[in-house]
């Protein structure tokens, strides 16, 4: 796992409290294969805590062949100690079915929004924060994401965007530009792309074009097939005022026609709010779900076959090869001959144990923050100390050390970071370390 997320997981490892935590949820479930054949399923466990504004939603990689669950990407909110902070993941994708080749679009503390890729923050900027993150192909290749809700696109896997400045003045380059509300992008065609606004529209050359399509999808998100020309739709519809999701109809529309205008039929509607999966090798393979029942269809939605029911709440679907995946509010299972099989179970609750080293080191919020050209850390010591002081940037790497595991008085300890002329804006870590405790801050530095 990347040294980031430990670095990130440290931050909040000192605001342990002896509170109760409510039952998790499993859910958000996706999956891929990579080039050894092996399945890799990814999560989120989202728990709250008693009597506190604390929360996590934590996303975590399971490795199918290993049994092996670590966390991929954190994600929560505090408040427990009289201000706000957060660290959050909206959207994350993967390049060329590789789970250590990702991106993802997050933040913290309501101030910096970031495109973060796995080999270098990609963008990063006060008040801009980048939403709807959509990934083309691999590494090199066309990412789309918006600001502000300005369109954008990079053409070299999200390493480039436009500048904050550009962003914010509302002046970036045509090339930048995409002018079509994408929110779905064909996995098989890359210039075959759906996204609405007002109305929903569709375009089959990356957005240059587009025309309007007779259906308007929930969450506006498509399916596609894998014979590239198949695309499916679930659509909520309203038939009273007192119509809610998980009551009224949910209809299954599929277009033969790679989803042009006037192609879209409606197959069959379901009662109740239903969540669709379409297998990423078979042709004409469907999965739709609802609260407690799995249906499938081998015909491209013509008809739809029982095929799993389970007694809790079905929160996600996925199917790789002939691997069926499915996360319920507490467990993740695998389906194979119309068995399920508990691959992970969440405790219903867990109580959060008191520390058990006492705090003999408080490090404080250095100052200023954000600080250039230098900044103060301060920390003290309730008892003398062999101890360690490093900074780190936001991949992990160690960028300079002021204290090199020196035995250290108690008492108050100060210490000036002046960054080098080579180390460039951006988010960094300062961490302490001593043999019983480690805590870590984060501040940013603007040049």
């Known amino acids: 796992m990347k040294e980031l997320l430990l670095l990130v997981l440290l931050t909040v490892g000192f605001t342990s409290l002896a509170t109760a935590q409510t039952p998790q949820k499993i859910h958000d479930l996706k999956s891929l294969t990579d080039s050894s054949g092996t399945v890799h399923l990814f999560y989120r466990i989202f728990a709250e805590y008693e009597r506190t504004e604390y929360f996590t939603d934590n996303i975590y990689h399971y490795n199918t062949k290993t049994g092996e669950e670590k966390l991929f990407l954190e994600h929560f909110y505090d408040t427990r100690y009289g201000f706000e902070s957060m660290f959050y993941v909206n959207e994350y994708d993967f390049y060329e079915n590789n789970p250590d080749k990702y991106i993802y679009i997050g933040g913290y503390d309501f101030e910096v929004g970031y495109i973060q890729r796995y080999d270098t923050l990609a963008f990063e900027g006060f008040l801009t924060f980048p939403e709807h ?22 053409s070299d896997g999200g390493i480039t965007w436009p500048s904050p400045r550009q962003i914010q003045e509302e002046t970036i380059p045509d090339t930048s530009k995409l002018n079509f509300p994408l929110t779905s992008l064909s996995p098989y065609n890359d210039s075959l792309m759906f996204g609405g606004s007002v109305s929903f529209f569709r375009s089959s050359d990356a957005g240059l074009t587009n025309e309007k399509i007779e259906i308007y999808p929930n969450d506006e998100e498509l399916f596609f097939d894998h014979d590239s020309v198949h695309v499916y739709a679930m659509n909520y519809f309203i038939s009273d005022d007192n119509c809610t999701p998980d009551k009224c109809e949910h209809s299954f529309y ?31 393979e469907l999965y739709i779900w609802g ?62 144990k008191e520390p058990e080293v006492p705090s003999n080191i408080t490090l404080h919020q250095n100052y200023p923050n954000p600080f250039n050209p230098s900044t103060l850390i301060t920390f003290e010591l309730f008892e003398p100390l062999n101890v360690s002081l490093v900074i780190y940037d936001l991949l992990g790497r160690e960028v300079d050390r002021l204290i090199d595991s020196e035995l250290l008085l108690s008492g108050t300890h100060q210490h000036i970071w002046e960054p080098a002329a080579d180390v460039s804006s951006g988010i960094y870590f300062y961490r302490i370390r001593s043999a019983e405790k480690v805590e870590t801050r984060k501040m940013t530095l603007i040049k």
Do not use: C
């Open 254 to 284: 599929s277009s033969s026609i790679k989803g042009e205008s006037g192609s879209w039929k409606k197959k069959k509607t379901f009662f109740g709010e239903k969540q669709m999966y379409a297998h990423p090798e078979n042709s004409g």
């Open 291 to 352: 609260k407690d029942t799995i249906y499938i269809s081998k015909d491209y939605g013509e008809s739809f076959d029982f095929l799993s029911e389970i007694e809790e709440e079905i929160t996600g679907v996925v199917v790789e090869g002939e691997q069926v995946f499915i996360t319920t509010i507490s467990s993740l299972y695998e389906l194979e001959n119309d068995e399920l099989t508990m691959l992970r179970e969440i405790p219903v609750s867990v109580e959060e």
């Open 133 to 154: 993150l959509t990934v083309s192909g691999d590494d090199t290749s066309m990412v789309y994401t918006s600001f502000n809700s300005q369109r954008v696109k990079s």
